[in-house]
């Protein structure tokens, strides 16, 4: 989150033409120039397109960035890595040329037990990244899986698939992160995380940072010059966003974290580039132009995240937004509120609600993922339906006297959307409503109130957000604004701005929060620290001191 920079001027003739051409042919039209830059770089199905290195000629460790899993399912898991003997090169430091990856999945840390095994082709044209789906797994359990090429051997991770169907599992624990600029600190709570009992680790948002990262890795401080220039701009293209991952991944702390806990992933804004809204760029300009960005963006995501197929990006398209059982202990709705959203209304930043933020046809989430979220709703038969999902959901006022201005990049700039939301879960009759949240850079519990100007009305659900991991800096656990929010939002129950990440235990009869800090983040070994704990009854919304 940074103030808007926004120009008011923006691109009104361009929006007009949007509106006269009608929204899908306006996309289709100028989407074109994106689809012909983006569909030509594709494997062919069933067929190599680029020859075969021999993996016996890597000319390195390929394994420099570690191994990733993700969007664990009852029978299957998803396994990723990404060969690159030479990380900080545009190229990895291979040829354009395909290689073959061999990969095992086994019941036991030592790889006795493997119950299976396969092969998959790194595609130059996927910068030589690997998403493996293994299937006909059991319910329920713990894997741990490794990666072969050549005579390099990946370090080995551990995942879990999903409890069986309909089952009842007694409990599970999550992690959750968000907000990890590289140039702000050290991943010390991800070294910590990665040793953290919990079973997956939801990622909130802002993985990478576009902004330049100088040769001393800013805040880092490392020597000068240890990163190369090409770290030094904002990342625009396909390359600059394929490299930014690569510097990012070089981070020991974050691939331990992947290796130990399989991730759920949901983006915000800096992926792509800070506050856009589906096709309009903060800083203005042609939509067409920043849709190439965009697909940048999305495709150097989709590689480098472990998402599935039904994700891969075309051109400036992605459906991120998602849906995760874990038995009928919850159900997991993963948002996507940046690609579909409204522009944010009166040019962004913190200002005051009125006509044009208040407008009903304004979204956060665009009508067909509400629709998709409200329906999966009706037909949930989870005690727990969990909204893991990008910006604060709930009111936050930040001054005690009204009216005080609100967040416009937040559902508080858009309250025609999220009132939709909650009469959609009230109708459905949704129990247990959980949000989690990041892009705040702080830690925040919240009641989730049906009107959150009447301090008196019904707690309807709750929200979690949980800190950056690096964002900001070393923060403080009570920021000068501490005070006046507190007062301000009664419905703000916990609030701290030192760096971290949270964990969430949802049970049968509560889930339990834990807020866990850690003291600074500009130099690296700060210890772990639980800086507030909370429940909430299943069936009795709420949070309560733990
Ligand atoms: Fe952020
Ligand atoms: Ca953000």
Redesign the pocket.
């Known amino acids: 989150?940074t103030p808007a920079r926004r120009q008011p001027s923006h691109a009104p003739e361009l929006r007009a033409a949007a509106r006269s051409l009608g929204r899908r042919r306006f996309l289709t039209t100028t989407g074109a120039a994106a689809a012909l830059a983006f569909s030509v770089n594709l494997p062919a199905a069933g067929a190599a397109s680029a020859a075969e290195l021999d993996a016996a000629r890597l000319p390195g460790d390929p394994f420099t960035l570690g191994v990733a899993s993700g969007d664990p399912l009852p029978d299957s898991v998803l396994l990723w890595t990404r060969l690159a003997p030479a990380p900080y090169q545009a190229d990895g430091g291979l040829p354009a040329r395909r290689v073959t990856v061999q990969w095992e999945l086994a019941l036991d840390e030592r790889f006795r037990r493997v119950v299976r095994r396969g092969a998959a082709t790194a595609h130059p044209e996927f910068q030589h990244t690997v998403h493996v789906e293994v299937g006909r797994l059991q319910p329920g359990r713990v894997y741990h899986y490794r990666f072969r090429a050549g005579r390099w051997t990946s370090p080995a991770g551990r995942t879990r698939t999903a409890p069986a169907p309909g089952s009842r599992p007694a409990g599970l624990t999550l992690g959750l992160v968000s907000?990890q600029r590289y140039d702000e600190g050290y991943y010390t709570a991800y070294r910590h995380l990665a040793q953290d009992d919990v079973d997956v680790v939801f990622h909130l948002?802002?993985y990478l940072y576009e902004y330049a990262v100088d040769s001393a890795g800013g805040s880092r401080g490392l020597p000068k010059g240890t990163l190369p220039d090409l770290f030094h701009h904002e990342t625009v293209t396909l390359e600059d966003y394929r490299l930014r991952y690569a510097l990012y991944k070089t981070d020991p702390d974050l691939r331990a974290a992947h290796a130990a806990h399989p991730f759920v992933v949901t983006w915000?804004?800096?992926e792509t580039e800070n506050n856009y809204a589906d096709d309009v760029s903060e800083t203005g300009g042609p939509a067409d132009e920043f849709l190439l960005r965009r697909a940048a963006a999305y495709r150097a995501y989709w590689e480098n995240m472990p998402l599935r197929s039904p994700q891969l990006p075309h051109g400036p398209d992605l459906r991120l937004y998602r849906r995760l059982h874990w038995g009928r202990l919850a159900q997991f709705d993963v948002l996507d509120t940046r690609k579909y959203r409204s522009d944010q209304a009166y040019g962004d930043g913190w200002q005051y609600g009125g006509p044009e933020s208040e407008d009903p046809r304004r979204t956060l989430t665009g009508a067909a993922q509400e629709r998709w979220l409200i329906d999966g709703w009706r037909r949930s038969d989870a005690l727990w339906n969990v909204v893991p999902q990008?910006?604060t959901f709930s009111q936050r006022y930040n001054s005690t006297t009204l009216p005080s201005k609100l967040s416009m990049d937040s559902w508080d700039g858009y309250p025609a959307s999220r009132e939709r939301v909650l009469a959609g879960a009230r109708a459905a009759g949704v129990e247990n409503l959980m949000v989690l949240t990041?892009?705040v850079h702080v830690h925040y519990a919240f009641d989730i109130k049906r009107d959150f100007s009447d301090p008196g009305s019904r707690t309807v659900g709750t929200e979690i957000v949980t800190s950056s991991i690096t964002s900001g800096g070393n923060g403080s656990a009570k920021p000068s604004n501490w005070n006046t929010l507190m007062t301000a939002n009664p419905h703000l129950r916990f609030f701290n701005g030192l760096r971290g990440y949270a964990t969430v235990s949802l049970g049968r009869e509560l889930a339990r929060a834990d807020f866990k800090t850690v003291s600074h983040v500009t130099t690296q070994g700060a210890p772990l620290t639980t800086a507030a704990s909370f429940v909430t009854e299943a069936g009795e919304p709420g949070l309560k001191p733990a």
Do not use: L, S
Request: overall charge negative; proline content about 0%.
């Open positions: 989150m907000c948002g802002d915000d804004d800096h990008q910006v990041g892009d």
